[in-house]
């Protein structure tokens, strides 16, 4: 099992260019199957195999999305082992996955990411790094895996754009508005003038050793301003994401213009967004309908 596992993990990185988080991802899928499995060879897995591993999720009270997420990857090792000649057929061609609950994405108010991103202070370099995250974050819309990896070249200053690395390592080009590039510029220039910083490197965000922040350091750094500016639970790196599509649709934006923004792949990723703009569009309704 092993053997094969490591093998679809090298197919997915060398061919399918996947990003290190659904590799993570799918090796941990993998690897809880491989335990539920115990001693019963690859070979030896039918379809009521897999049934009896769907109930067994079921019994441990994970949600729809986690268990269609895990048969997704069985699915996809499954069609790899056949067409390498691994196996004769795979058992997860007639597998149904359930029925994935609508979970409507946590936003925030203009006025309450205002109230986040003024929470750091403008007087050291951390505030400074803080706030030119969040204004990045916000103003982008770009995935808090995204803002992590940006390197000093990744921004244009001149042409208001910024270079993400998205998603099955596809890269686009974001527009980023004014006062984020400000609030970057004015963080470069407190860590060029700091004593403490003498090394020479190319990533953008640093943390407090100067090293590059990582997806966990961003969360803590928002966890601490929710407390600090007194802002409802739940909000995590992603909800500045959600804020940004919500935003966008509310004042106008048209449907494709913001799956393009936030690199989805398919529309329908970015249809649940149309979920939160219902009080807009009744408005909208009650001052266009003849009738309303």
Excluded at 72 to 93: D, M, N, Q, T
Excluded at 125 to 142: I, K, N, Q
Aim: with cysteine; hydrophobic share 35%.
């Amino acid at each position: 099992m092993d053997r094969f596992i490591e093998k679809f993990l090298r197919y997915l990185e060398i061919e399918k260019n996947s990003s290190g988080h659904t590799l993570l991802n799918y090796k941990l899928d993998l690897c809880d199957f491989k335990k539920f499995l115990q001693d019963k060879p690859i070979e030896g897995v039918d379809y009521l195999t897999l049934r009896k591993f769907l109930a067994y999720l079921k019994e441990n009270n994970l949600n729809n999305r986690t268990v269609a997420r895990k048969l997704s990857c069985l699915r996809s090792f499954y069609r790899f082992l056949f067409r390498e000649g691994l196996i004769k057929s795979s058992p997860a061609v007639m597998l149904s996955t359930p029925k994935q609950d609508k979970m409507l994405p946590n936003f925030m108010t203009e006025e309450e990411v205002v109230k986040l991103i003024e929470a750091p202070s403008r007087d050291n370099l951390l505030g400074l790094r803080d706030r030119a995250m969040f204004e990045t974050l916000y103003s982008t819309g770009m995935r808090v895996s995204e803002l992590v990896s940006l390197n000093l070249d990744s921004i244009d200053f001149i042409g208001s754009v910024v270079k993400v690395l998205g998603k099955g390592k596809k890269e686009r080009l974001l527009p980023i508005g004014e006062t984020a590039l400000e609030a970057i510029n004015k963080y470069l220039s407190s860590r060029n003038s700091s004593k403490k910083i003498k090394i020479q490197t190319k990533t953008l965000f640093l943390n407090k050793n100067n090293t590059r922040i990582t997806d966990r350091g961003v969360r803590k750094v928002i966890n601490k301003y929710i407390r600090t500016a007194s802002l409802k639970s739940g909000i995590s790196p992603h909800t500045l994401r959600h804020s940004f599509a919500t935003h966008l649709l509310n004042r106008g934006a048209d449907l494709r213009s913001v799956q393009e923004l936030l690199g989805h792949a398919n529309l329908s990723t970015t249809q649940i967004y149309t979920h939160l703009t219902t009080d807009k569009l009744k408005a909208v309704y009650d001052k266009a309908h003849p009738r309303a």
